[in-house]
């Protein structure tokens, strides 16, 4: 099981979230690791998630959360709970 089961028939936006997840994971490894960063590497302050209701703003905004906050030891962000 994973973080982005319950966003059904969101491929795309699941895609995209967990790739934005991936950078900001691999920016936060960067900056402990105390490697120098590129002038556009940094995450936004903010996601703004919008749609009709029903269409799953906060279910993607729930996984999104999870993913960013995986503590996961393999670092699958988005993964298996571990």
């Known amino acids: 099981m994973t973080v982005w089961d319950d966003l059904v028939g969101q491929i795309r936006v699941q895609e995209q979230l967990a790739a934005a997840a991936k950078d900001a994971d691999a920016l936060v490894t960067a900056v402990s690791d105390g490697k ?29 959360a999870a993913a960013l906050q995986c503590t996961s ?6 993964g298996a709970p571990g």
């Open 73 to 78: 030891p393999d670092r699958a962000l988005g």
């Open 36 to 64: 120098p960063l590129d002038q556009g590497s940094k995450m936004t302050h903010a996601w703004l998630f919008t749609g009709p209701p029903g269409s799953g703003r906060s279910t993607a905004a729930r996984a999104f």
